[in-house]
């Protein structure tokens, strides 16, 4: 070792530890004895260590009694415990100091060894583990990429890359990765190309689980008024900050069940959400319940109705049981409804919009300081997860697991990073958002995009006879030729939907079960 590892360890029976100090020398360890807590205690003060190896009985302070004051002058110092005795009280005081390890007495030179590699190299060699199992993996991937891949074949590689996106988070091996995910991507727009229209008319080999019928196939058999479902629909949530909070909500639940579903096109709230809640596509939407459909060019919100399309469908399916549905906006409506939560469970049905996330992604756009914070996906999934960890919406989550209930988690659709912008043209009444754009007279570049000239085959209204969608596939996102390199240099590696991706399109959809 270079920079050599300073070690203090404390034991009255210092000259029975002289093989062990030996052994740690000759491995480049550099090792100070003292044998009493009070000597380690003014030690730790005064020099600076790596780590500290404590015996648990000496003469005058017990190791617990230094753990505690060496935790108050290097809240953040390793602290190894050593103990002949195996008593629990002992061990649970010590696990709660936050100690690095507690060994028991003999110990030999090589469980020494072991403790200190876990506590100062573990970051070093779990991340070259786990760069070595990438680069195997790169390669199987690769070829199954290559396959001509069904709809449920992509949503496992798609499941393998973000797994891998968040072990090698910041590792060496990071931008290769990143490379492969664009690559996927790519070939996910051409599958999308081929098959989305015969998806939507049954016409497929393989016909996924969409929007417009999420809700029919994953809620609607648990809606039996036996017992209370809650289903909590977190808006724009990709899979990967879904994994972020399953991470946070292990210690309450257990994944039951972990499906991956396919968002309609244009991948965004007004569309996806409005055709989850009414089990119809927005077409369907617009025709049937024409006073529940808001066009583009409307100023009032797009998701207005959301809670009669909801009934409707309950409707229809014969679910005529009790239901709730609450819209959460923002903190001060989340804590409200944590506090009317033991009421819920007297209803067949809890539906709770939380749209968080929505107002996260649209604040990195637009506010300098959140665009700090979230200025890649590692970034974004650790404000998820903070905002989680604090959140209502997890004390709403556990608490409808407390209730007994049946506890479900999905969101409309997800977003990506956008990097490559594209120029398109369009008159006044062109919608504005950066990843479709749906309109007349449209001038675009045909390869950046899925066409959608006639809307009736993507079920998608349409307002005249000339109405046009395009949907910008990869992380391409468009900007008009005025000002052009001004938006381009703004929206930049911004989170936005609307278009085509694995991280727009491919969403979670949960079932929890409550750890009693």
């Not at 020099?47 to 017990?62: I, Q, R, T």
């Not at 060496?70 to 649970?92: D, Y």
């Not at 905002?387 to 004390?395: A, K, Y």
Request: one cysteine or more; a negative charge.
């Amino acid at each position: 070792m270079s920079d050599k590892v300073r070690i203090l360890w404390a034991d009255d029976e210092a000259d029975l530890l002289k093989p062990h100090v030996i052994f740690l020398q000759n491995k480049g360890y550099e090792v100070e004895m003292v044998t009493s807590g009070d000597e380690a205690i003014h030690k730790v003060k005064s020099g600076n260590y790596d780590v500290v190896f404590l015996d648990e009985h000496m003469p005058g302070l017990s190791g617990l009694e230094a753990l505690e004051n060496i935790k108050t002058v290097r809240p953040h110092l390793p602290v190894v415990m050593i103990t002949k005795s195996e008593e629990e009280n002992i061990m649970e005081d010590a696990i709660g100091s936050r100690i690095a390890d507690y060994l028991i007495k003999p110990v030999n030179p090589h469980q020494i060894l072991l403790s200190l590699k876990k506590i100062l190299e573990a970051p070093r060699i779990i991340s070259d583990k786990t760069t070595s199992a990438y680069r195997r993996e790169f390669g199987q991937i690769g070829m199954t990429l290559s396959d001509k891949l069904s709809f449920r074949e992509w949503c496992e590689v798609y499941r393998r890359l973000v797994y891998w996106e968040m072990e090698l988070d910041g590792g060496e091996m990071e931008e290769i990765l990143l490379l492969q995910k664009q690559d996927a991507n790519r070939l996910w727009c051409r599958f999308v190309e081929r098959h989305y229209r015969d998806w939507l008319t049954g016409r497929a080999s393989e016909v996924p689980t969409m929007s417009h019928t999420a809700f029919r196939r994953f809620v609607a058999p648990l809606v039996d008024g036996q017992r209370p479902v809650f289903l909590f629909v977190v808006d724009n949530l990709r899979y990967d900050q879904w994994k972020v909070m399953e991470a946070l909500l292990a210690p309450h639940f257990r994944t039951e069940e972990e499906q991956l579903y396919c968002s309609i096109l244009p991948t965004a709230t007004q569309y996806a959400r409005n055709a989850f809640f009414a089990g119809l596509m927005p077409s369907e939407i617009q025709k049937r319940y024409p006073s529940y459909w808001v066009n583009e060019d409307e100023e009032r919100g797009k998701n207005l109705f959301e809670e009669q399309l909801l009934q409707e469908q309950l409707r229809r399916l014969g679910k005529n049981f009790r239901t709730a549905y609450f819209k959460i906006l923002n903190l001060a409506a989340g804590h409200k409804l944590v506090e009317q939560f033991a009421n819920l469970s007297q209803n067949a049905l809890n539906v709770v919009v939380y749209n968080f996330v929505d107002m996260l992604s649209h604040a990195r756009t637009d506010m300098e300081v959140i665009r700090e914070l979230a200025s890649d996906e590692s970034a974004y999934r650790s404000i998820t997860r903070s905002w989680f960890e604090h959140s209502p919406l997890m004390e709403m989550i556990v608490k409808a697991g407390e209730s007994g209930g049946v506890v479900l988690l999905t969101t409309d659709h997800g977003t990506i990073r956008v990097k490559e912008p594209t120029r398109v043209l369009g008159d006044r009444e062109t919608s504005t958002n950066l990843r479709y754009k749906q309109g007349r007279n449209l001038k675009y570049d045909p390869r950046d995009v899925v066409e959608c000239t006639d809307p009736a085959a993507f079920y998608l209204p349409r307002y005249d006879l000339t109405t046009k969608y395009i949907f910008i596939k990869e992380n391409k996102f468009f900007a008009y030729p005025n000002n052009f390199n001004y938006y381009a240099n703004f929206y930049r590696n911004t989170f936005q939907h609307g278009g085509v991706s694995l991280e727009e399109m491919l969403i979670p959809f949960v079932r929890l079960t409550f750890k009693k």
